[in-house]
């Protein structure tokens, strides 16, 4: 079995696949978006059992752009409880560290594992696995599953790695329209291509619900359009949901460079959107 991993430049994204033979199809296809790539470094990293409780576990994909991947604050966040990460590069399950595998890293820290250690301080898990796959500077339309290298792929290889470990996601969250607001997406274009990247993930099977997030804050400077845009993605029949309103949540004394958060701010969202999504 030859088996070897490659990277070239397409378009807008990156195609990252692991070629296992020349004959067989390559079910974990990552697409990522520009210059961002997921980080994927496991040296150092402590790889841990991967049967999961569903009675006493939760698993939630957390998705979107630079405030729910790694670039934001000034220190690393050691989780406390029990948080681990399914990295979507090699599918292997690992302790809970920043940088978080799988979503895209120019910074310090981000909201997941806080999102994880809040679940169970609440008492709602004993153990949370976060499955981060935010891309830096996305944009929407990138995650239509008809795009040109969609990186729909990211949700789509996250979901199937859960599936080869026997599990399901819980929940799904998405903050992601920052990039949007600066590239001048109209409300209905934003939320189509929202609706397309859910839709994709129903047809796989997907059931669990999905939450979208307000994000459209760069600069100190918030975008309506784009606030509007997220808000008429919620739909009761694709089971799509109100998410956390980071806009308005998280002021300028929570971010540090008037668009990331300081830690303080990842906490202030991560704990918010866990409360959210596991009442």
């Not at 430049?9 to 696949?17: K, T």
């Not at 604050?73 to 948080?83: D, E, L």
């Not at 998280?250 to 866990?274: F, M």
Request: proline letters at 5%.
């Amino acid at each position: 079995m030859n088996r070897r991993s490659f990277a070239f430049g397409l378009g807008a994204c990156i195609v990252e696949r692991s070629v296992i033979n020349a004959s067989a199809a390559d079910p974990y296809v990552i697409n990522e978006f520009n210059q961002y790539v997921g980080f994927r470094d496991t040296r150092g990293r402590t790889q841990v059992l991967s049967v999961v409780d569903p009675s006493t576990t939760k698993v939630v994909v957390i998705d979107g752009q630079s405030l729910l991947a790694t670039a934001n604050g000034t220190t690393t966040y050691p989780p406390t409880g029990h948080v681990d990460n399914l990295n979507i590069y090699d599918g292997g399950i690992y302790d809970g560290a920043d940088p978080v595998l799988g979503a895209s890293y120019n910074g310090y820290t981000s909201p997941v594992l806080r999102i994880g250690d809040r679940i169970i301080a609440n008492g709602k898990a004993s153990r949370v696995i976060v499955i981060p796959i935010a891309m830096g500077g996305s944009l929407w339309a990138a995650y239509r599953p008809d795009a040109v290298n969609s990186c729909f792929t990211r949700g789509k290889t996250a979901l199937l790695r859960c599936r080869a470990l026997g599990f399901e996601p819980d929940a799904w969250y998405v903050g992601r329209g920052e990039s949007d607001a600066v590239a001048g997406t109209s409300a209905i274009d934003l939320r189509n291509s929202g609706w397309a990247f859910a839709d994709g993930l129903r047809a796989l099977g997907y059931s669990g619900p999905m939450y979208i997030g307000i994000h459209s804050i760069q600069g100190n400077i918030a975008s309506p359009t784009i606030q509007s845009g997220l808000a008429m993605m919620v739909d009761a029949a694709r089971d799509i949901r109100a998410g956390i309103n980071c806009d308005t949540l998280c002021g300028p004394s929570d971010r540090i460079d008037g668009t990331h958060l300081t830690n303080g701010g990842c906490d202030k969202y991560g704990y918010a959107v866990a409360d959210l999504m596991f009442p």
